[in-house]
C-alpha cells in the first residue's frame, strides 16, 4: 500500500517532513534520552538512502557491543544494553550489583563501575568483568606492612568495613591478651608503638610477648 505523502509532507519539499516527535511516539519505538536530541537521518538515512521500515530497533542493532566477550551474556540477555546503561548517556548506569558474587557497600557503593573494572596495562587500560580480583589487598594497600599476613592474604575484612578505614568489626578480646581493668584506659598507642621497616613507618600491632613484665618493669 502506498501512504499519503501528505500525511508527512507539504508541497513545499520532501526535503522536511512534518512527522514529529509525538507522532515517532505512536510507532513502537519511542525516542527518548539522547535519541530526542538524535537527529532522524543518524538513525534513517542509510547510505544515502531515507529507510523507515527494518532499521531494527534493540539496541545492538545499531550501537557496537564495545564490551563483547568481556562481559558475560547472563547479564545481558539478547544484548540488552539497558540491562545496564540508560538512554541519556552511556555513563549513566544502573546495574544491581548483588547479582554478582561481590556485594558493595558503604564507599564501593558510591565509586563510578570503571573505578574498579577499568585495568590499567603498562601504557593501556582495558575493561575487565569476569576474573576481577575481589581481594581487598589486590586494590587497597596494606598499610600494616603484612602483619596480618595469613596464607599468603591479608584479609581487611577481618577488621574493616566499607564505610571508611577505622577497625570497627575488630574485637580486642580476641586476640591473646584482652583489654580489662586499668588496660581499658589506655590508649593504643600506648601499647602500639609506630616502628620502621625500610624507612616506612607503620604501627606495630602484633606483640608477641605480652606477659606484665615485657611492659612493666
Ligand atoms: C510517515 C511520514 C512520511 C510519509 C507518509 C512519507 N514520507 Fe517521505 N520522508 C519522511 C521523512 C521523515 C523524510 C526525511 C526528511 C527529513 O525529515 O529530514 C522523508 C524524506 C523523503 C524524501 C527524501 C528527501 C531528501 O531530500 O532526501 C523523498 C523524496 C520523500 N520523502 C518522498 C515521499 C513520497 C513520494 C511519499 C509518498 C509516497 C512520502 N515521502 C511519504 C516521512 C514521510
Ligand atoms: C535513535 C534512532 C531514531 C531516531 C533518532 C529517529 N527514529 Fe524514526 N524510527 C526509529 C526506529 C527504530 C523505527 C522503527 C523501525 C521499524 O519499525 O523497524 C522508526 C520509525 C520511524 C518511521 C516509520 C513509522 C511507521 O509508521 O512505520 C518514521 C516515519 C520515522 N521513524 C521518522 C523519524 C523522524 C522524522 C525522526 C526525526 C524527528 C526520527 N524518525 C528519528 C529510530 C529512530
Ligand atoms: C535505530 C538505531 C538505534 C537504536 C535501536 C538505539 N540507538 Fe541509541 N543512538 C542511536 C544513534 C544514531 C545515536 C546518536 C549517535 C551516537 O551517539 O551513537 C544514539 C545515541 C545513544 C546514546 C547517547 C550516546 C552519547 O554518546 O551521548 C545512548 C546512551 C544510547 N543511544 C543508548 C541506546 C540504548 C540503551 C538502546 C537500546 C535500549 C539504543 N540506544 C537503541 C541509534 C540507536
Ligand atoms: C553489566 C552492565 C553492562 C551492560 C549490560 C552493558 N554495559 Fe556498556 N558499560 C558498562 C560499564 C560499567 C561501562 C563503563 C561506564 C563508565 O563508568 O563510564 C560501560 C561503558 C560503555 C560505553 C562507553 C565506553 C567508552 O569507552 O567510553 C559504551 C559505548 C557502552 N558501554 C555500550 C554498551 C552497549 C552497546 C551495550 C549492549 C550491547 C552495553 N554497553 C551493555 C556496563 C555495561
Ligand atoms: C569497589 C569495586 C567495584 C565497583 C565500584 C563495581 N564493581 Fe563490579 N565487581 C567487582 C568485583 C571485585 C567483581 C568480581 C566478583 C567475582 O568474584 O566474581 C565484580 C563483578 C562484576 C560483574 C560480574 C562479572 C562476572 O562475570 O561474574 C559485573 C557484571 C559487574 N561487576 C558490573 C559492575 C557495574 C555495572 C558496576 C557499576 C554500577 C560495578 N560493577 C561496580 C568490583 C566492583
Ligand atoms: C577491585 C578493587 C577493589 C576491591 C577488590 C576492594 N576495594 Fe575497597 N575500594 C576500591 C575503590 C576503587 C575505592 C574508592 C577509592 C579509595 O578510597 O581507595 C574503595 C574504597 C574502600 C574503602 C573506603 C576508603 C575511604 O577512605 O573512603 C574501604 C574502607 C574499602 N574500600 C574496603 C575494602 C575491603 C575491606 C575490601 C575487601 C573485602 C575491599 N575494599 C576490596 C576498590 C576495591
Ligand atoms: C587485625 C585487624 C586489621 C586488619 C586485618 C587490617 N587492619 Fe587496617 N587498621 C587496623 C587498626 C586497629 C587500625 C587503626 C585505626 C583504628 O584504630 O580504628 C587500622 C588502620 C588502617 C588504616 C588507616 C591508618 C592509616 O595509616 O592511614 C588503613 C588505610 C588500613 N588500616 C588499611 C588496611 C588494609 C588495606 C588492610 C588489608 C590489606 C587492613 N587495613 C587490614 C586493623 C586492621
Ligand atoms: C595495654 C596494652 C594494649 C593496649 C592499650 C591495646 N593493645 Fe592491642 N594488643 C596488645 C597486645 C599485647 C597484643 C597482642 C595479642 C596477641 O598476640 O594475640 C595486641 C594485639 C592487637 C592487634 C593485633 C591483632 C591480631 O589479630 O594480630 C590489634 C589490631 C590491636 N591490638 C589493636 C589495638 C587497638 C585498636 C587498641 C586501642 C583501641 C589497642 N590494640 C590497645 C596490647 C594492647
Ligand atoms: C604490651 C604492653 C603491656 C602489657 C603486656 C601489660 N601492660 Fe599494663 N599497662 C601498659 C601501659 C602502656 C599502661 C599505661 C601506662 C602506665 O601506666 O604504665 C599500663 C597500665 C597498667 C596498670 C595501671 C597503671 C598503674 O600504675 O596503675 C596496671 C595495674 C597494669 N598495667 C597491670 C598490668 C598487668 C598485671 C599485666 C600483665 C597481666 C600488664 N599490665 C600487661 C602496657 C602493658
Not at 545481558?76 to 552511556?90: F, L, M, S
Not at 570503571?114 to 581481594?135: K, M, P, W, Y
Not at 586476640?175 to 606495630?204: A, M, Q
Request: glycine share 6%; proline share 2%.
Amino acid at each position: 500500500m502506498t501512504p499519503d505523502c501528505a500525511k508527512c509532507h507539504t508541497v513545499s519539499g520532501f526535503a522536511e517532513s512534518n512527522f514529529t516527535i509525538e507522532d515517532h511516539n505512536q510507532t513502537d519505538f519511542i525516542l527518548n534520552g539522547a535519541h530526542m536530541a538524535t537527529p532522524c537521518f543518524s538513525c534513517h538515512l542509510k547510505e544515502e538512502k531515507w529507510e523507515f521500515r527494518n532499521i531494527g530497533s534493540s539496541c545492538a542493532d545499531c550501537h557496537d557491543d564495545v564490551h563483547e566477550g568481556i562481559l558475560d551474556t547472563k547479564f545481558y540477555p539478547q544484548k540488552q544494553c539497558d540491562n545496564c546503561h540508560t538512554i541519556n548517556a552511556w555513563p549513566d548506569i544502573n546495574f544491581d550489583h548483588n547479582q554478582t558474587n561481590f556485594a558493595l557497600g558503604g564507599k564501593h557503593l558510591e565509586q563510578q563501575c570503571n573505578a574498579c573494572h577499568l585495568v590499567h596495562g603498562i601504557d593501556s587500560e582495558h575493561q575487565l568483568f569476569s576474573g576481577l580480583t575481589s581481594r581487598c589487598m589486590d586494590c587497597h594497600e596494606d598499610v600494616h606492612q603484612s602483619q596480618f599476613l595469613m596464607d599468603g592474604v591479608t584479609d581487611c575484612s577481618r577488621c574493616h568495613a566499607f564505610d571508611d578505614w577505622e577497625a570497627k568489626l575488630f574485637n580486642h578480646n580476641e586476640t591473646d591478651f584482652k583489654l580489662e581493668g586499668e588496660h581499658l584506659r589506655v590508649d593504643c598507642i600506648g601499647c602500639h608503638k609506630p616502628t620502621e621497616k625500610k624507612n616506612i613507618s607503620y604501627i606495630k600491632y602484633q606483640i608477641e610477648d605480652h606477659t606484665c613484665a615485657a611492659c612493666h618493669l
